[in-house]
């Protein structure tokens, strides 16, 4: 085949089913042999945040905000229906028994499969993380910014904004 | 319908059958069949979709209640 096409997502919620779907479909892309970039922004960055913790920020603002949004993709929650934990823990049971794989799993697959994924410096500011790459997830292929989705967007055949 | 390889999706949702045969291709040689055993029904709109994306070729499907079977033949590398 020419060039690949190019699929670009991304994803500012950090809703458990909206990271869901963002990896079915980045896997799925790749599968089809496109060229994919996950651009994580905003509540997404919890998605790709480390889960073992241990992620120092500057400012006493900052290190509030870090310590109340832990992030990481295993505290991902139900946008509906989290009834304090119960429903997550409904679905995550659901899709165990249905070998769905889950946030993490399909973090590895991902980048296993080629695709790029981002985290954006800028919003670290905001949402009290440090804009380096070791508090992220070692799957974490860049840190970039606005630009850099745009240019991979203007590139692509399909953007989505999850 | 014939095939070189199979490829076992049996309790596997979407889109796990569609990575799984994405992987499994690279074994084929071109112009081998590859069937895809699973029992999704999205598979049925899924790898016609998937064939119509990569280029190889879909050849059919046989439904034999519970358990579906996909066709697809490797046309390139």
Redesign the interface.
């Known amino acids: 085949m020419a060039e690949k096409e190019k699929l670009t997502i991304a994803v500012l919620s950090g809703d458990l089913e909206r990271a869901l779907a963002a990896f079915m479909l980045a896997v799925t892309g790749a599968s089809m042999g496109m060229q994919v970039s996950m651009f994580f922004t905003f509540w997404g960055l919890n998605i790709v945040k480390k889960n073992e913790g241990g992620v120092k920020s500057k400012g006493l603002m900052r290190k509030m905000l870090n310590m109340i949004n832990r992030g990481g993709s295993e505290r991902l929650k139900l946008s509906r229906f989290n009834m304090f934990g119960l429903g997550t823990w409904m679905m995550k049971r659901l899709m165990k028994d249905t070998n769905m794989p889950s946030v993490s799993e399909y973090i590895t697959m991902a980048r296993d499969m080629g695709v790029e994924i981002i985290a954006c410096t800028t919003t670290c500011g905001v949402m009290g993380l440090p804009a380096k790459q070791d508090a992220f997830r070692s799957e974490i292929t860049s840190m970039a910014g606005a630009a850099y989705f745009l240019n991979s967007a203007r590139k692509s055949e399909v953007t989505l904004f999850i | 319908m014939r095939a070189d390889q199979s490829l076992d999706c049996m309790?596997?949702?979407?889109?796990?059958p569609?990575?799984k045969?994405?992987?499994k291709i690279k074994q084929l040689k071109t112009g081998e069949i590859l069937e895809v055993v699973g029992d999704d029904e999205g598979i049925k709109q899924d790898m016609p979709a998937?064939c119509d994306?990569?280029?190889h070729e879909y050849l059919g499907i046989e439904d034999e209640g519970g358990e579906i079977k996909v066709y697809v033949k490797k046309t390139?590398d």
């Open positions: 309790d596997l949702y979407c889109p796990m569609i990575v045969t994405a992987e998937w994306a990569t280029g390139h």
